[in-house]
């Protein structure tokens, strides 16, 4: 028996518990990592080594950057969609040869009921501090959808801008977008 047990069961009272293992005797058999822990001398692992420590962190660190790239570039390339009377439609303005083409895309559903009939169209710029007295320039038209699967519609804007509200009505809906000018 080490010392130290003998320690122990010399300077036992009757009634005292009786510890058959040592703490010292079961670090003394561990590893250097663990007593080197347990004293105290391990420092926590840094940011950079929790990311890049080994590779299936680093895997996963460069899987979730690509992922949120691609989230990024989805919403700054994709043209803006919404639903108008059961039918799809995508909101675009593009500038062309120095005019700007407002092009609006309907798609009716495969099945069942889609708004038929005329639209109505307003279009004005997004004004960051509009003055007092200031003319608000708006652009309206209608269009009308017809019973077909797909159909488009492009006209030119009389405003100047690169960023717009788009209130489109059918009926009763109506369904308001905002949509940034892209330079073809």
Do not use: C, W
Not at 26 to 39: C, G, I, K, T, Y
Not at 70 to 86: A, Y
Not at 160 to 168: I, P, R
């Amino acid at each position: 028996m080490p010392d130290t047990e003998k320690n122990n069961m010399e300077s036992r009272t009757p009634g005292d518990p009786v510890f058959y293992y040592s703490r010292e005797r079961r670090l003394s058999h561990a590893s250097p990592f663990v007593q080197d822990m347990n004293e105290g001398k391990i420092k926590r692992p840094g940011l950079a080594i929790s990311f890049f420590g080994n590779k299936s962190n680093l895997v996963l660190f460069v899987t979730l950057l690509v992922i949120l790239a691609s989230f990024g570039l989805s919403f700054r390339f994709v043209e803006r969609g919404m639903s108008l009377g059961g039918n799809t439609l995508t909101v675009a303005i593009n500038r062309e040869e120095g005019l700007l083409i407002l092009n609006i895309t309907k798609n009716a559903p495969r099945r069942g009921e889609a708004y038929l009939g005329a639209v109505e169209i307003a279009v004005y710029p997004v004004l960051t501090a509009p003055q007092e007295g200031e003319i608000f320039p708006v652009f309206v038209n209608r269009i009308f959808f017809g019973p077909v699967a797909a159909e488009t519609f492009r006209m030119p804007l009389p405003v100047d801008g690169t960023d717009f509200f788009v209130t489109l009505k059918a009926g009763e809906e109506q369904r308001s977008i905002r949509v940034n000018v892209t330079e073809r």
